[in-house]
């Protein structure tokens, strides 16, 4: 199976775009796209990425590895891997420019960025990672829940550190104490909890 690659370059919330001219003669085509290429034999398809990003934008970038969408082309015989990367150093090359993202669910705003046209599976793929990014974005925000003396199973104080016990799960944070009373604001991956407790409780005392 051929197998091209797609980089969806992006700084903030600006995405490149590279002009492509690639024989125009058989295509017909003149748009903008994501840059990117066709996969060399024994070439990684992160390696096939890196590559063609350089050549076609001057920019060394590093590659987002979890995120990826991939197109199988309508003979099933081809697949296009979109992925994405971050800019970490490099010049610019001509024929390139940074746009906002919003190009991509705009049309209105996309004409007036590009007004040679972007192409429509590569705005459709962009879409497709922006919403994975935001996913693992909302999944890594800790998830926080205030609860009650009652709700946890036994505290341990070691180290200076508490480790709360509760649900099944180890919270290890620490005890403050705030307007006279203390609170413990412990962290299990990421959810967050906090609990006003006493400081008596606050040794390895089982229920």
């Not at 009373?181 to 967050?192: L, M, N, T």
């Amino acid at each position: 199976m051929d197998v091209a690659v797609k980089v969806l370059v992006l700084s903030g919330n600006q995405v490149l775009l590279v002009l492509d001219e690639a024989k125009p003669e058989i295509y017909k085509l003149k748009g903008w796209g994501l840059p990117g290429g066709v996969q060399k034999s024994n070439e990684a398809i992160e390696e096939t990425a890196l590559r063609e990003v350089k050549e076609e934008t001057g920019l060394v970038i590093s590659l987002d590895t979890r995120v990826a969408h991939e197109v199988i082309g309508f003979d099933g015989k081809s697949k296009v891997v979109y992925l994405v990367g971050y800019p970490k150093g490099g010049v610019l090359k001509e024929n390139t420019k940074w746009v906002p993202k919003h190009v991509f669910y705009d049309f209105r705003l996309a004409k007036e960025y590009c007004p040679e046209g972007i192409y429509l599976s590569h705005k459709s793929a962009a879409r497709e990672l922006f919403n994975k990014l935001q996913q693992i974005e909302e999944e890594s925000k800790p998830c926080f829940r205030r609860i009650t003396p009652e709700e946890i199973d036994f505290v341990v104080e070691k180290n200076k550190s508490v480790y709360f016990f509760f649900g099944g799960r180890c919270y290890v944070g620490n005890v403050r104490e705030k307007r006279g009373e203390y609170w413990f604001k412990g962290k299990h991956k990421s959810e967050i909890i906090e609990i006003r407790v006493k400081p008596e409780d606050l040794f390895c005392k089982e229920k």
